[in-house]
């Protein structure tokens, strides 16, 4: 079972410090810069930045913030993650909770969801007023803590007892008649009032799927 990572924050922002405004040929680069990225061309942002840091000698966890949203978004995923390494590592501590974050989000859409989760926390520690990060952890926190449940009732499914026994009956006969909706909600009401229903799980799940195709 995959996660919904649309739910998942991310930054979009870029960051300019002041410190970076030397001369008119920097101010023009950086604006290049900026408006690639506003426009979406993230390739061009990425090049636009390094040239940033090559022609100026500009090295600054600023610069790799934005160097990492760049390569994000122009799924270059790799060079995204190694940029963002090298941001957390910066002394603001804003902006290393923020790249903290967007590695965590990296990591999530590989499906490397504990070390996701690390990434999310090293985001509180660094900014404990981070709400982006603060979503994201506890998002992910909660989904991982179901999908162990979950797991933990498909290796050691529960013997059903009679009254779960008999509303899978109920639910068998509504299935033979197509009324997967109805079948659905019966098993769904007998798991909330006995545990023991969850010895059907692969049912309800199959049910779930059905009803879902049927009512797009």
Known sequence: MSMNWAKLIFGLFLLIPSSWVKNSKLNAAIDVAAESYANAEYEQSLQNHLAIQEQFGIQSSELDFNLGLSAQYAEKLEEATGFYDKASTSSNAMLSSFAYNQGGVLLGNKKEYEVA?????????????????????????????????????????????????????????????????????VMTEALEQDSTVAAYQEFITHLQEVTEINEK
């Not at 059903?160 to 009956?169: D, Q, T």
């Open 117 to 185: 989760l690390s990434k999310f926390k090293s985001a509180l520690i660094k900014d404990p007023f981070n709400e982006v990060a603060r979503h994201n952890y506890e998002l992910l926190a909660r989904w991982l803590k179901r999908e162990e449940e979950r797991k933990n009732q498909e290796e050691n499914p529960p013997e059903p007892s009679e009254f779960a026994k008999r509303k899978k009956a109920e639910a068998d006969r509504l299935v033979e008649q197509f009324r997967f909706r109805d079948a659905l909600n």
